[in-house]
């Protein structure tokens, strides 16, 4: 299985600033990464695709970035609707696998 | 506008059998352009994909859950289900159904809490 390896695992940002989230593949996933946020009781949403694909009506603030081992999420000007949990994803082989989750707070 | 519902029993008891359904509205489970999965996450924890099936049945599983796993699909009723045998604690999560692009699950359903306990 391919593992994935998010950092950090808490983030504490306010909002205006920009933040950046890692991810780390165990071996090559070419760009098949997608990342995901969560809220509390709700389920995941698809924000980025393909590395640095923008699902449709996910804010342009949101963007990716990487290929083979090492991605990048950003968001350039945090918003208060943005404080959730970050999940990224491979899907360049099965199992699907899913980093461990980055938790984005209020600072 | 597709939905994904889940549904089945929110308890099961240790060894038995976890069977949840996913009905879909909105679209046909019979599109060429898709498959639909599984995908569970422990409560306060990350998330595990399950399996994924096409409309044809083929069906793909996570090797870490393939001896217990069984995801099929009804055409007929827009449908697809989950069968998880032996169940322990450790099979206490939320259970999303979604539909997949190709390997991606880009639209989930809003999740069903399923606890083993006796």
């Known amino acids: ?107 | 506008q597709l939905q994904l519902q889940e549904s089945g029993p929110g308890l099961v008891k240790p060894s038995e059998t976890l069977s949840l359904t996913c009905t879909v509205s909105g679209g046909s489970i019979s599109s060429s352009s898709y498959y639909w999965g599984w995908i569970r996450q422990p409560p306060g924890k990350g998330l595990e994909w399950i399996g994924s099936i096409y409309y044809s049945g083929s069906t793909y599983y996570n090797p870490s859950l393939k001896s217990r796993v069984t995801i099929s699909v009804d055409t007929s009723k827009n449908q697809f289900s989950l069968k998880l045998s032996s169940v322990t604690a450790a099979d206490t999560a939320v259970y999303y159904c979604a539909r997949h692009r190709g390997y991606l699950p880009h639209y989930w359903g809003q999740g069903t809490l399923v606890t083993v306990s006796s």
């Open chain 1, 1 to 107: 299985d391919i593992q994935m390896t998010q950092s950090p695992s808490t983030l504490s940002a306010s909002v205006g600033d920009r933040v950046t989230i890692t991810c780390r593949a165990s071996q090559s996933i070419s760009s098949w990464l997608a990342w995901y946020q969560q809220k509390p009781g709700k389920a995941p949403k698809l924000l980025i695709y393909k590395a640095s694909s923008l699902e449709s009506g996910v804010p342009s603030r949101f963007s990716g970035s990487g290929s083979g081992t090492e991605f990048t999420l950003t968001i350039s000007s945090l918003q208060p609707d943005d404080f959730a949990t970050y999940y990224c994803q491979q899907y360049n082989s099965y199992p699907i696998t899913f980093g461990q989750g980055t938790r984005l707070e209020i600072k």
